[in-house]
């Protein structure tokens, strides 16, 4: 089951302008949006997609209060889509959409949707550290810092976090149906799950709670390093919006991550620079405490220089 | 009892709220509503997990204005009561700033 990653999650909600405001603030393109709803792509076109919650055509939730209404994944070439549904099929409905698609719903009452990957490749160098010894330097006179005036996007979008009732059941589905791989544990909580086909540390992450938590925690689109995340993130906030969480960096997976309130019913985050693995890879599995949540936590300060008239205790009072 | 002034009381608004941060913490930490004419003050802080509320400056109320929500969860509350009618906090009440109208109009929190 070659599942290349999340590419498109849509959302139902009450204030489509307001959300798609958000959308746009947060860095994504807006393509074919109207009053009733769009789509917001990133870089290679993934996307998140939001409508009104009243319109019919959304599949259902997977419980009151959730505002996901579906999780697109990719797959490699249409065999794949033949196998999945051929799989599905044996304990559950499975529709064809028109697009050429297939939708189906998980053992944690999720609406899912697979189809032939519609990732467009494209070619944008990461952040690079110029870093005496290393190997990998940017280009002489090219500049690390990004300006006011540039633009910054999202690239890709990365993984979402769910909230299940029976995070067993839940992850058998995801490894035992689907091909899903564990890459790393926290203990009592839930498991990062890697489709076969990809690389990134996870596309999901399950949470065991109680009923009512049932629906998403958080969702995240890549940036192009840290430098990119936390430009956009303080512009973010320099808009008005309310962060929750970061900028840190995670240990599992070792994203940089700043998470934000959203109006989806969870947190939108925005990351970078997560880690690679393949099977050889061995899973972990720790404690879920905050000292192995991140390697460190930051905090969101307005700017300050030193230089007179500042506060007798500097920047740290 | 110390009377803090937060605003005009007439700037906020029929089902509209803003938020305040009156120690200069850097973000806001209280908010107050406007529901059938009376304004309420609430600590911003969701009682599922203390986290700040709003989805941007002064979001704290749904499309319509007749919840006031938690952008963290999605948590709504009632206006009237503060009381948590969905989401991770159900049951659970949001914490009431006590406040006041003074001579000149201004909306005042009361701080012991």
């Known amino acids: ?317 | 009892m110390r009377a803090v002034p937060l605003c005009p009381v007439d700037a906020i608004a029929e089902g509209a709220a803003r938020g305040f941060d009156p120690d200069d913490d850097g973000q806001d930490t209280l908010f107050a509503v406007r529901t059938d004419g009376v304004v309420r003050v609430w600590r911003d802080a969701c009682p599922h997990a203390g986290a700040a509320m709003a989805l941007r400056k002064d979001g704290y109320l749904n499309a319509a204005g007749t919840r006031i929500v938690c952008h963290a969860h999605g948590a709504e509350f009632l206006p009237e009561s503060g009381h948590c009618v969905q989401g991770p906090c159900l049951g659970r009440r949001l914490k009431p700033v006590a406040s006041d109208v003074n001579a000149a109009g201004q909306l005042c929190v009361l701080i012991p």
């Not at chain 1, 807006?30 to 599949?59: C, K, M, Y």
């Not at chain 1, 938590?213 to 956009?232: I, Q, S």
């Open chain 1, 1 to 317: 089951m070659r599942i290349t990653g999340l590419e498109t999650l849509l959302f139902g909600l009450d204030d489509v302008a307001g959300a798609a405001r958000y959308l746009t603030d947060y860095g994504l393109e807006p393509a074919r949006v109207s009053e009733t709803g769009g789509r917001f792509e990133a870089i290679d076109g993934t996307a998140v997609v939001i409508a009104h919650q009243g319109d019919p055509r959304l599949p259902a939730p997977p419980a009151p209060g959730c505002r996901l209404r579906k999780t697109v994944m990719g797959v490699a070439e249409a065999s794949v889509l033949d196998a999945i549904e051929a799989e599905l099929r044996r304990d559950r409905e499975v529709k064809r959409l028109p697009d050429g698609s297939i939708e189906s719903v998980d053992d944690s009452g999720f609406a899912i949707g697979f189809q032939v990957s519609i990732r467009k490749p494209f070619s944008l160098a990461g952040e690079i550290s110029n870093a005496p010894g290393g190997s990998v330097f940017r280009p002489v006179n090219h500049l690390g810092a990004i300006g006011p005036d540039a633009a910054v996007r999202p690239r890709s979008l990365s993984h979402i976090v769910y909230f299940v009732p029976d995070v067993l059941k839940a992850e058998a589905f995801y490894v035992n149906r689907l091909g899903f791989r564990c890459t790393d544990r926290f203990a009592n909580v839930g498991p990062f799950l890697q489709p076969g086909g990809s690389l990134d540390h996870h596309s999901h992450f399950l949470i065991g709670a109680p009923p009512f938590m049932h629906g998403v925690e958080h969702f995240t689109f890549h940036f192009g390093g840290p430098t990119a995340m936390m430009t956009n993130g303080y512009r973010f906030i320099d808009k008005g919006y309310q962060a929750f969480w970061g900028p840190g960096r995670h240990i599992l997976g070792s994203n940089w991550f700043w998470y934000f309130n959203s109006p989806f019913a969870c947190h939108m985050e925005m990351d970078a620079d997560m880690d690679l693995h393949d099977a050889s890879w061995t899973p972990r599995v720790v404690d879920l405490k905050a000292d192995n949540s991140q390697t460190f936590l930051l905090k969101f300060r307005k700017k300050w220089m030193p230089g007179p008239g500042i506060p007798e205790n500097g920047d740290y009072a």
